[in-house]
């Protein structure tokens, strides 16, 4: 199996900016609804969700495969989130959690027929 290390990264960085552009998509609502921020945070909303489909397109593939790799970098991106934004000590359930989320996307993104070709 020969795995190029720069389109490993390359992937794992383009999960990483789609997944905050996701969670900045439903973070800023968030502020509106639950804590009375301004209404203008809407705009930012929008964009952030549109700017998160944009990136699905730069994706290798539309499959499951590619949904279900992102979706363990997403996990881990939201309890990054939880931890720096948030300012939530994260328990070593969380810890684990996003380690074997993180295990289970790269799983999926380095097996012989997967996502790095």
Request: with cysteine; net charge positive; hydrophobic share 60%.
């Amino acid at each position: 199996m020969d795995i190029q290390i720069t389109k490993v990264i390359t992937t794992f960085c383009l999960f990483f900016i789609t997944a905050i552009a996701e969670i900045l998509g439903c973070y800023f609502p968030y502020l509106i609804l639950n804590q009375g921020k301004s209404h203008w945070l809407w705009f930012p909303a929008a964009l952030s969700l549109a700017v998160f489909v944009w990136l699905l397109s730069l994706h290798p593939a539309a499959s499951g495969r590619i949904y279900a790799a992102y979706g363990g970098i997403y996990i881990f991106s939201a309890l990054m989130w939880l931890r720096y934004v948030d300012q939530v000590i994260l328990t070593r359930w969380d810890l684990l959690g996003g380690l074997v989320v993180i295990l289970g996307a790269m799983i999926i993104i380095l097996q012989p027929q997967g996502l790095i070709r």
